[in-house]
């Protein structure tokens, strides 16, 4: 049962996880990078874009009451900073939205296919949340949203198998059952084979190893290389404090941020804000505007069931 607890530990948990994953993400470069500006000017521990684009797509459907394409675009354009960490390819899609670009057109100038990157999904938390209570809804929901900035099947996929889980995270599930349940609304083979390498795992109660994760699941910026290691993380770890989860996220690398945005959100829909770490959370930037939009989203849901 969804609680306004539930929608603030799924935004904060989202951030959080995101922004404990920051300093770990990449190669050398980037992690000296994030050392020189992952702190705001008053201590704070900043996050990315992870962040920024699920406030962008919360704050447009509390504005809209509904998901709309073209508002979006606008949005997650006009909230571009260099420093948030976005990626080279939504980068550039989005500085042509700036420029007048229709995103119809922008979200396929990159890749003639479209991105298959894990953008899309690591701001589908949100989607489950609004739509717990209408699961069938969940798969077109993701793929209005994913479109604006990731149009491949693969990203798409992605948004739904975050969004699928989130949903069913809040609703006091097993992790077996959740992934069950999640596992049945995916198709594509680079999904559907990870996921069975996480249900043996989970019903063998296997702990897998960083190197097992990398190698089986991945770590990487690609929807199908980081999504399911996302939905796997959680599931492991739903009744076991945050931090030993994000301490997981943090040994294994690659796109530790978006990684432990997905989890993490997961995590806190099913878990709650009261039961994130309060050292931390108080450490996380804008904590009071996200505690507000997770309340206002809530608040509007509640209002339309």
Not at 6 to 22: I, K
Not at 29 to 36: D, K, M, P, T
Not at 272 to 300: F, H, I, N, V
């Amino acid at each position: 049962m969804t609680s306004l607890d539930l929608f603030q530990g799924c935004l904060l948990g989202l951030s959080l996880g995101d922004a404990l994953g920051a300093p770990y993400e990449g190669g050398v470069l980037e992690r000296l990078l994030w050392r020189l500006i992952g702190k705001t000017s008053q201590g704070e521990m900043r996050w990315t874009d992870d962040t920024q684009m699920t406030i962008d797509l919360t704050e447009s459907y509390l504005a809209r009451g509904e998901f709309d394409a073209a508002d979006l675009a606008v949005r997650f354009a006009g909230s571009y900073r260099w420093d948030r960490g976005y990626g080279p390819g939504t980068a550039k899609v989005l500085k042509r939205i700036t420029r007048g670009a229709d995103w119809k057109q922008a979200n396929r100038s990159v890749y003639p296919g479209g991105s298959f990157g894990n953008g899309a999904a690591m701001r589908a938390p949100i989607l489950g949340l609004i739509k717990a209570n209408r699961m069938d809804e969940i798969a077109d929901i993701a793929r209005q949203t994913a479109i604006v900035t990731h149009a491949h099947p693969l990203a798409i996929e992605g948004a739904v198998l975050i969004a699928t889980t989130t949903a069913l995270a809040t609703q006091e599930r097993v992790p077996s059952e959740i992934l069950n349940l999640t596992a049945a609304c995916c198709s594509e083979e680079a999904f559907t084979s990870r996921l069975a390498i996480v249900q043996s795992w989970l019903k063998s109660r296997h702990i897998a190893t960083t190197l097992e994760i990398a190698r089986q699941l991945g770590r990487g910026v690609a929807a199908d290389k980081s999504c399911v290691t996302a939905v796997y993380l959680a599931l492991n770890y739903l009744n076991e404090p945050f931090l030993e989860m994000v301490n997981v996220i943090t040994k294994l690398g690659g796109d530790a941020d978006t990684i432990g945005a997905m989890a993490g959100a997961i995590w806190g829909a099913a878990n709650g804000a009261t039961k994130l770490p309060a050292e931390s959370l108080s450490k996380l930037e804008q904590r009071e505007r996200l505690t507000d939009l997770a309340g206002q989203l809530y608040r509007r849901i509640i209002a339309s069931d």
